[in-house]
């Protein structure tokens, strides 16, 4: 669900685009944009992979079971698609015309994705986890549950 979506109730185009994003990076980790992946940090699967993709680990975000030998550059072209459809701002995420022509041209030609604004904010608020009275801040995390009549 888009950011976009999920506060404003607000749908787009780029609301699509940042679904098929996300769908991209749960095809490629097999797993799904639910839970935590970061023991520490306590990443959803955006914020995991932009981590991996940041610091030059993208592979290990391949789930085993796609088998080996795998196309490396196919995995890390198809990774920073995903990261870019997936970007906070609906203006920062390419249309759907162009992720096509991303998907078939070059890696080199991609532009770099922005850091998720979540993790930027988790980063702050690690940085400043205690206060000069020394209280420590915490997250709250929601959860949303889909409830289906019978």
Not at 67 to 74: H, L, N, R, W
Not at 109 to 122: D, G, S
Request: charged fraction near 25%.
């Amino acid at each position: 669900m888009s950011p976009e979506y999920a506060m404003d109730g607000s749908f787009s185009v780029k609301s699509d685009v940042f679904s098929f994003g996300v769908l991209v990076l749960e095809i490629i980790s097999g797993r799904r944009n639910r839970g935590i992946f970061h023991p520490v940090r306590k990443l959803n699967l955006l914020g995991y992979a932009w981590n991996l993709w940041k610091e030059g680990k993208g592979l290990e975000l391949v789930d085993s079971s796609l088998g080996y030998p795998i196309p490396m550059v196919e995995v890390l072209k198809c990774t920073q698609i995903g990261l870019l459809c997936a970007q906070d701002q609906p203006e920062d995420r390419p249309d759907m015309a162009s992720v096509v022509l991303m998907l078939g041209g070059d890696r080199a030609a991609l532009p770099h994705p922005k850091k998720p604004e979540f993790v930027a904010a988790r980063e702050r608020a690690e940085g400043s986890s205690t206060s000069s009275r020394g209280l420590t801040r915490a997250f709250n995390d929601v959860t949303i549950s889909d409830i289906d009549g019978r």
